[in-house]
């Protein structure tokens, strides 16, 4: 069953996601095991990276510069340097100038081989920056393919709550007023976590991951009507905030509509779609008397286990259906035992 259309967005990303030069330097690569270390070509730090996957292509050396692609880092390895070292000097630089003329946006070597001065000195004029790591070929192109991954997701900016309940990504949505905040510090008084309040950004990773992180200006705050700004990192200590988290629920708050027939068997799964993915959803009526933080967390334990494939209304509705077949099986024998036989009759 289809989901509602998204809740109105705040601010959408550009529609092809980059990254410079000078922002993958600056995303301190050296944290996940990849320091790099800009050899020349400083001035063309503003190239962009349009793509997560590198290319490594030998081919490129050798005059086959069509299979190149623009946007993607080109790796040298050890067996690039030493195809370079092997060509005679006025070819090398002909292989070279050919090769950074492309819209490449930087030249990444690997490994511990020598660096042509050649190679420095085609790369300073085209203005390709070349970088330079320590680590293995295999070991670098998965560092970098990992960092650019996360750094070129497609993100949207909504407005929700995203909370963590059982180590479940729940997020929150519905217009403005409708309780959001205060239910979701409700949430974290009974020792669940924020990870954002009012604005969420939120990008997609692979194919199947929603990711939801709060923007680093309003980060561990909260609104709260009636309080105004609380941190509610300070307040309750740091275990009860988190920087991001996936989202697995989307849960949307309305007021309730008397004239609206509301959902009260849960048989159906319904869907809300964010970047392009559909996450679980589900619709919570507001009124006075219901505790909407019992209620939500209530329903994060149940998808926890609609996940392992435990489905409570599935369950009941079957064991009801086989409960009215065993029932109706007698009767119709009844019926057959009263039934008289037509060649019995006179």
Aim: hydrophobic share 45%; aromatic share 2%; charged share 25%.
């Amino acid at each position: 069953m289809e989901g509602p259309a998204a809740p109105p967005l705040i601010d959408t990303m550009s529609a092809t996601p980059a990254v410079t030069v000078e922002d993958l330097l600056g995303s301190r690569p050296e944290a996940i095991g990849l320091p790099l270390t800009l050899l020349a070509g400083g001035h063309g730090l503003q190239r962009r990276i349009t793509s997560p996957y590198i290319q490594k292509t030998g081919l490129a050396l050798a005059g086959f510069h069509e299979y190149l692609q623009a946007g993607r880092v080109l790796i040298f390895g050890d067996s690039e340097l030493r195809f370079l070292e092997s060509l005679p000097a006025v070819a090398r630089q002909i292989a070279l100038a050919k090769s950074l003329e492309q819209d490449i946006p930087c030249l990444l070597i690997t490994g511990r081989g020598a660096v042509a001065d050649d190679l420095l000195t085609e790369a300073e004029r085209a203005g390709v920056p070349i970088l330079r790591t320590t680590v293995p070929t295999s070991a670098a192109i998965g560092k970098i393919t990992a960092l650019l991954e996360d750094r070129l997701a497609v993100r949207e900016m909504i407005h929700g709550v995203l909370v963590d309940i059982l180590g479940l990504g729940v997020l929150l949505v519905g217009e403005s007023g409708i309780g959001k905040s205060e239910c979701a510090l409700d949430l974290v008084v009974r020792g669940h976590r924020l990870v954002a309040d009012d604005t969420v950004e939120i990008r997609r990773r692979a194919e199947s991951i929603i990711l939801g992180r709060c923007p680093d200006l309003t980060r561990h705050h909260m609104e709260v009507r009636g309080l105004g700004l609380i941190n509610i990192r300070d307040l309750f200590g740091v275990a009860a905030t988190r920087s991001s988290k996936r989202i697995e629920l989307v849960v949307q708050l309305e007021r309730w509509d008397e004239t609206r027939e509301y959902d009260r068997l849960g048989l159906d799964d319904e869907q809300y779609e964010l970047l392009g993915l559909r996450v679980p959803f589900i619709r919570m009526p507001v009124a006075p008397g219901r505790n909407l933080g019992t209620l939500i967390e209530v329903a994060a334990r149940n998808q926890l286990l609609r996940a392992r494939g435990v489905h409570a209304a599935r369950a009941l509705a079957a064991r009801l259906d086989a409960a009215l077949a065993s029932a109706a099986a007698p009767g119709l024998d009844e019926r057959d035992d009263d039934e008289t036989d037509p060649a019995e009759l006179p």
